[in-house]
T-cell receptor, first 113, second 112 residues
Framework: DQQVKQNSPSLSVQEGRISILNCDYT??????FLWYKKYPAEGPTFLIS?????DKNEDGRFTVFLNKSAKHLSLHIVPSQPGDSAVYFC????????????FGTGTKLQVIP | EPEVTQTPSHQVTQMGQEVILRCVPI?????FYWYRQILGQKVEFLVS????????KSEIFDDQFSVERPDGSNFTLKIRSTKLEDSAMYFC??????????FGEGSWLTVV
């Protein structure tokens, strides 16, 4: 049962342009969402998160949007840089701490110089 | 970002052998997790551990797997009799009272 889905396995974007990575979830109990970035042979690195009480959270070049009614979130990277090339995982959990995190399958982003 | 340290970074083992993967968590972050990622697949939850007990485990975490805090600080994942399909990157993760989970660099296990 794939509770968190990233339907695009890969994405290519020109440097300087916007990268938009999408994620859908099925479990309506999830109320806290995270994005992680992962390089090959390294652990996932936390990027940004959003609580279900918000619909947008911004941190520098990264913005996460949440549409609860559609059970959809997206990560926007503006402007995209070659160093952003990595696999991005969407993840969902229950707020309140001490909860497991459920990951999507990941989207491989390639930023072309 | 807070740091979770894992050892070994890479281990090759014969099928049927026991493997112990180790993790040094973030200080005062008392909730531990193990995840794994088989090459080319998604990151999968294995087990969560709090207050010296397993809080939750997945179907993957069968009797071949165990976790413990042998010395009150380090956190280990043991695979008693490894199978070829156990080959994966194993990530230790750690959280405190917040919702963000921080991951170690991973231990790459190759079973031959």
């Amino acid at each position: 049962d794939q509770q968190v889905k990233q339907n695009s396995p890969s994405l290519s974007v020109q440097e300087g342009r916007i990268s938009i990575l999408n994620c859908d979830y099925t479990n309506s109990m999830f109320d806290y969402f995270l994005w992680y970035k992962k390089y090959p042979a390294e652990g996932p690195t936390f990027l940004i998160s959003i609580s279900s009480i918000k619909d947008k959270n911004e941190d520098g070049r990264f913005t996460v949007f949440l549409n609860k009614s559609a059970k959809h979130l997206s990560l926007h990277i503006v402007p995209s840089q070659p160093g952003d090339s990595a696999v991005y995982f969407c993840a969902a959990t229950l707020s309140g701490g001490y909860q497991k995190v459920t990951f999507g399958t990941g989207t491989k982003l390639q930023v072309i110089p | 970002e807070p740091e979770v340290t894992q050892t070994p970074s890479h281990q090759v083992t014969q099928m049927g052998q026991e493997v112990i993967l180790r993790c040094v968590p973030i200080s005062n972050h008392l909730y531990f997790y193990w995840y794994r990622q088989i090459l080319g697949q998604k990151v999968e939850f294995l087990v969560s551990f709090y207050n010296n007990e397993i809080s939750e485990k997945s179907e993957i975490f069968d009797d071949q797997f165990s976790v413990e805090r042998p010395d009150g600080s380090n956190f280990t994942l043991k695979i008693r009799s490894t199978k070829l399909e156990d080959s994966a990157m194993y990530f230790c993760a750690n959280t405190g009272a917040g919702n963000t989970i921080y991951f170690g660099e991973g231990s790459w296990l190759t079973v031959v």
